[in-house]
C-alpha cells in the first residue's frame, strides 16, 4: 500500500495556533492588570478579596454571553443567519442582567456572600458594588463574543489580537490613572474591566460587520431549533468549569487566616492562568488537523504542553519570582510570599491543562460534547472532596489547599477525559470490525 504525504508541516501548525494562543493570552494579562493594580492599595488583601469574590460571581453570568462566540462561528453564514442568533442573545442578555441585578440589591445576594462566602458587613457592601458595576461587562461581552464568531469563521483571527491588543492599552490607561489618583479600591478594579471589554467590543462590531456587508446570502435559513441544542450544552459545560473558582473560596472561608487565603489563591490562580491562556486553544489542533496528519499533531501537542509548567517552575523557584510579584504585580512582602508558596502546588494543574483541553478536541470531533461535562464534573466533585478534608486537616494552609485541590482536580478530569476517548475509539472499532464480519 502506497504511503500518502502529509502536506501538513510545523510551520502550519504554528503558523494556525499562535494567533489564537496570543489573543488567548493578551486576554489574561488584563486580569493581571487589574490584580496588579488592586494589589498596590494600602488594605491589598481586603480589596483583592473583595474583587475576587464578585469576580468570580461574574464569571458565572457571563459564561452565558461568552458561548455566543463558538455559536456564532458555526452557525452564521450571512445577515439572514445573524439576526436570529442576535434575537436569542437580546433573550438572553435580559435574563442575565435581571438576575444580576437581584444579586447585587437583593437579600438573596448578600446572604450568598455571607453564608457561602463568611463575608462581614463592611466586605458584603463592597462585593456587591463592585459585581453591580461588572454586571454590565456582560452586554459588551456577548456582543463582542456573536461578532467575533464571525470574524473567527471567515479566517480573520488577527483581528481578535488587535482588539486585546487595544483593550490592554486602554486598560493600562485606567490602570495608571487610578493609581496615580491614590484611588485604588474594588470598584476601580471593575471600572477598569468594564472599560477595556467596551474598546474591544467597539473593534470586534466593527470588523464583524464589515465581513456581513460583504459576505453574499447563502439561502439558508436559521432557527431557534437548531441554535438551542448547539448553544445550551455549551452553556452547561462552561458554567461547570466556572464553578470551580468560587467553590474554592467558599472553601478557603473556613481556612485559618480567609482574607490571605482567598487573596493570595486568587493572586496564583490568575498568574497560573495566564501561563496556560496560550495553551486554551489545544482542542482546535485536534479539530483541524488530526486527520490530515495525526503523527505531527502529537508531536507538536508534546512540545506545548512542556511550556507553561517550565514557566511557572522559572517563576517560583528563582528569583524571578520575587521580581514578578513585586514589580509587574505590585504585591506587598505579606502578599507575595504566600501567593508564591500557593502558586507552587499549580504545577501539576499547568502540566495537565493543556492535554484535558487536547483530548476534548477529540470528543468534539466526534460531535459528542455532552461527555465533555462528565469530566468536569468529576473535576469538581474531587476539588470538593479535597478541600473539605484539607481545610479541616490542615487550617494553616490557606490558600495552598486551594491548589492542591485545584491540582488534584485537573488530573482526575483528565483521567476521566482519557477514559472517554478510549471507550469511543474502542467501541469504534468493534463496530467496524462487526461490520465487516
Not at 458561548?67 to 436569542?88: G, M, Y
Not at 467596551?198 to 473593534?203: N, Y
Not at 511557572?312 to 520575587?322: E, F, Y
Not at 502540566?351 to 468536569?376: A, K, Y
Request: aromatic share 14%; hydrophobic share 55%.
Amino acid at each position: 500500500m502506497k504511503k500518502v504525504c502529509s502536506s501538513l508541516t510545523y510551520k502550519a501548525l504554528a503558523a494556525f495556533f499562535i494567533p489564537l494562543g496570543l489573543s488567548s493570552s493578551l486576554t489574561s494579562l488584563t486580569h493581571i492588570i487589574i490584580n496588579g493594580t488592586l494589589s498596590r492599595a494600602d488594605n491589598a488583601a481586603f480589596i483583592v478579596a473583595c474583587y475576587a469574590v464578585a469576580f468570580s460571581m461574574f464569571g458565572i453570568v457571563e459564561k452565558p454571553m461568552i458561548v455566543f462566540r463558538q455559536t456564532s462561528s458555526a452557525l452564521v453564514r450571512d445577515k439572514k443567519t445573524f439576526q436570529p442568533l442576535f434575537i436569542v442573545f437580546i433573550y438572553v442578555t435580559a435574563v442575565m442582567m435581571a438576575f444580576s441585578m437581584i444579586i447585587s440589591f437583593t437579600p438573596l445576594g448578600r446572604w450568598m456572600f455571607i453564608h457561602l462566602f463568611n463575608a462581614d458587613d463592611d466586605m458584603v457592601r463592597t462585593i456587591s458594588l463592585t459585581f453591580f458595576v461588572i454586571t454590565f461587562v456582560i452586554i459588551f461581552s456577548g456582543i463582542r463574543g456573536i461578532y467575533q464568531g464571525v470574524i473567527i469563521r471567515h479566517l480573520e483571527t488577527k483581528w481578535l489580537t488587535a482588539g486585546v491588543i487595544v483593550r490592554v492599552g486602554a486598560m493600562f490607561l485606567i490602570a495608571w490613572w487610578f493609581v496615580a489618583a491614590g484611588n485604588i479600591t474594588s470598584m476601580a478594579g471593575a471600572v477598569i474591566f468594564l472599560t477595556g471589554m467596551f474598546v474591544e467590543c467597539v473593534i470586534s462590531v466593527w470588523k464583524g460587520h464589515a465581513i456581513l456587508k460583504h459576505t453574499p446570502e447563502s439561502g439558508e435559513a436559521l432557527y431557534k431549533k437548531e441554535i438551542m441544542p448547539f448553544y445550551l450544552p455549551m452553556v452547561v459545560y462552561f458554567l461547570f468549569q466556572t464553578m470551580l473558582q468560587p467553590l474554592v473560596y467558599i472553601f478557603l472561608a473556613q481556612t485559618r487566616d480567609m482574607e490571605l487565603s482567598i487573596a493570595s489563591f486568587a493572586l496564583a490562580f490568575t498568574i497560573s492562568q495566564f501561563m496556560l491562556s496560550f495553551f486554551m486553544y489545544t482542542h482546535q489542533i485536534v479539530l483541524q488537523f488530526y486527520q490530515r496528519d495525526h503523527s505531527k499533531v502529537w508531536t507538536f501537542m508534546i512540545f506545548l504542553s512542556v511550556i507553561p509548567a517550565l514557566l511557572l517552575l522559572v517563576v517560583t523557584l528563582t528569583p524571578a519570582g520575587g521580581w514578578f510579584m513585586n514589580v509587574l504585580m505590585g504585591a506587598d512582602p505579606g502578599l507575595a510570599g504566600p501567593t508564591l508558596i500557593v502558586l507552587q502546588f499549580f504545577i501539576v494543574k499547568v502540566l495537565v491543562f493543556p492535554w484535558v483541553d487536547f483530548f476534548n478536541g477529540f470528543i468534539m470531533l466526534e460531535r459528542r460534547t455532552q461527555r465533555m461535562m462528565v469530566s468536569q464534573t468529576v473535576n469538581i466533585i474531587i476539588v470538593c472532596i479535597v478541600l473539605a478534608f484539607l481545610v479541616n486537616a490542615f487550617p494553616a494552609w490557606n490558600g495552598i489547599s486551594g491548589a492542591v485541590a485545584a491540582s488534584i482536580g485537573e488530573m482526575a478530569g483528565l483521567i476521566t477525559v482519557i477514559c472517554l476517548v478510549y471507550v469511543r475509539k474502542s467501541s469504534g472499532s468493534k463496530e467496524k470490525m462487526s461490520s465487516g464480519m
